[in-house]
């Protein structure tokens, strides 16, 4: 993996042996994706693209494949990314100085990239409760309410608390937000990584009110590794905001990734069973983590995930700032994410990525292990 020109092993693993911080897999994708990319670049032509049918398919096809969800194909539209997806939303639906929700602790990119263009980041905090998070829909009710208050960005499966909201959590904000005009935009980049029977269901699925006031926004690349091709995609049934989207993807220039096209469509042609024996080896590396924790450093709690190979782990009886963390992971020769860039509500949290193989899960584990026993153990018991 060094040596390839990745940001996870040759920027963050520069100076580290597991670098478990960016939310990049380690596995290689499916055979059909890497053949789709091979055989366009042999056709040698890579100048402008524009979006294929096919493109529009296989994420028709993939939806209701994976999810049972009915798509319409001009419904999607590319995207060269999922942030750069939501600033084109915020032009598209909000003014400057509007303000926007977000639910913290939660992917530190919205906050970044809503203050970048002059919006105001609202916070709806989650609350952590017998090492659960729960929405508070009082806040929420109150927040939406705000006329100044146009758009709500979810993340759903919740990046980084490895949560899958349930129908009912997402029927709640979604009747808060219909009866306030509030605009939702949900990532679903996750949606493709649950557990144990946990079903994702995309916003857009909720009711027709719900589709004309929403956006969904996802990509292959969290599911396949395939982040570094840039391709993603919008889903927004509403024509107006569809059109208006469109508009500002114009004004930027974007153009269609003539490699990530391609394997996206090969991804979620030839992908399904790939997925699920990724599901299944992701699973037992978060079991091993759960396991390894209780038996070795119990103070430290592993909120209880149902979705994604991002796992939200609290510090906070370690008595320690986010900075003399990562210090203490960096001393055990691994890197991870501080929690407080994902909000205050992080502050005293670790969000560490167990999409790597089991061997490199069990050298790290086992890493930290002997560090915590060096010098560690005594002060936090």
């Not at 539209?77 to 939501?86: K, N």
């Not at 029977?197 to 004309?212: D, M, R, V, W």
């Not at 990724?278 to 592993?302: C, G, H, S, T």
């Not at 190979?309 to 020769?333: C, H, I, P, T, V």
Request: hydrophobic letters at 40%.
């Amino acid at each position: 993996m060094k040596n390839t020109a990745s940001w996870k092993w040759d920027n963050e693993g520069r100076d580290v042996n597991y670098p478990l911080g960016v939310a990049d897999i380690d596995f290689r994708p499916p055979e059909e994706v890497i053949e789709a990319v091979v055989s366009k670049a042999q056709q040698g032509n890579f100048a402008y693209g524009v979006q294929s049918q096919e493109f529009s398919n296989s994420i028709v096809n993939w939806y209701h494949k994976r999810h049972g969800a009915y798509v319409e194909p001009e419904w999607t539209s590319y995207s060269p990314g999922l942030i750069t997806a939501l600033k084109m939303l915020l032009e598209a639906v909000t003014h400057v100085g509007d303000n926007i929700i977000i639910q913290s602790p939660v992917y530190f990119n919205f906050s970044l990239i809503i203050t970048r263009n002059g919006r105001n980041v609202v916070e709806n905090p989650l609350i952590l409760e017998d090492n659960h998070y729960r929405i508070d829909f009082e806040d929420l009710e109150k927040k939406a309410s705000d006329p100044r208050t146009t758009m709500m960005v979810l993340c759903n499966p919740h990046n980084p608390i490895a949560h899958s909201w349930s129908e009912q959590d997402l029927r709640r904000i979604a009747d808060i937000c219909n009866k306030h005009h509030v605009f939702m935009v949900s990532d679903e980049a996750h949606s493709d990584i649950l557990f144990n029977g946990q079903k994702h269901i995309p916003l857009f699925t909720l009711s027709q009110e719900t589709a004309q006031n929403s956006a969904s926004m996802n990509s292959a690349g969290k599911t396949f590794n395939t982040n570094g091709l840039y391709t993603s995609y919008t889903i927004i049934p509403n024509s107006q905001i569809h059109e208006a989207f469109n508009n500002a993807y114009a004004n930027h220039h974007f153009d269609y990734n003539m490699l990530g096209g391609p394997a996206q469509i090969a991804a979620y042609t030839y992908g399904n069973q790939y997925v699920d024996e990724m599901l299944e080896y992701l699973w037992k590396n978060i079991v091993y983590l759960r396991d390894f924790l209780q038996a070795n450093m119990p103070e430290v709690k592993m909120i209880k995930p149902n979705a994604t190979y991002l796992m939200w782990l609290d510090f906070r009886a370690w008595g320690m700032d986010n900075k003399e963390l990562a210090e203490f992971f960096k001393s055990a020769d691994v890197s991870i994410n501080s929690g407080d860039i994902y909000g205050s509500a992080g502050k005293g949290f670790v969000r560490l990525n167990v999409g790597c193989t089991h061997q490199i899960l069990i050298e790290a584990l086992e890493a930290i292990k002997k560090r915590y026993d060096e010098g560690l153990k005594i002060s936090v018991k």
